[in-house]
Nanobody, 122 residues
Framework: QAQLVQSGGGLVQPGGSLRLSCDAS????????MGWFRQAPGKERERVAA????????HYADSMKDRVTISRDNTKNMVYLEMKNLKPEDTAVYYC???????????????WGQGTQVTVSS
């Protein structure tokens, strides 16, 4: 059962932009690192971006670096992924996730959103 609630996503043309949102209210009070992952059909899940609880540290996958920005608002328990200059190969289901141990602990992404489809096509 998803504990994080995602919104955003949909169909966008190549070169377009999208913003994904993740409501982490279910994890309120937890000092989780947050991340965004994606999985395309037939491909392994990939971490796109991650952010520390304080927001001071971020990490981006090379595949989307310079085209995405992760941010968070801890007063609202929200995490965002801004994506620009989208390409057809960015088409995937995108998931937000929470990690209570910190974004460097790869096996501790224990809490997940329900996933949202992003399709980049003309």
């Amino acid at each position: 059962q998803a504990q994080l609630v995602q919104s955003g996503g949909g169909l966008v043309q190549p070169g377009g932009s999208l913003r994904l949102s993740c409501d982490a209210s279910a994890r309120a009070g937890s000092r989780d690192a947050m991340g965004w992952f994606r999985q395309a059909p037939g491909k392994e899940r990939e971490r796109v971006a991650a952010i520390s609880w304080s927001g001071e540290s971020t990490h981006y996958a090379d595949s989307m670096k310079d085209r995405v920005t992760i941010s968070r608002d801890n007063t609202k328990n929200m995490v965002y992924l801004e994506m620009k200059n989208l390409k057809p190969e960015d088409t995937a289901v995108y998931y937000c996730a929470a990690n209570p141990s910190g974004m460097g602990y790869v096996n501790r992404w224990n809490y997940w959103g329900q996933g949202t489809q992003v399709t980049v096509s003309s």
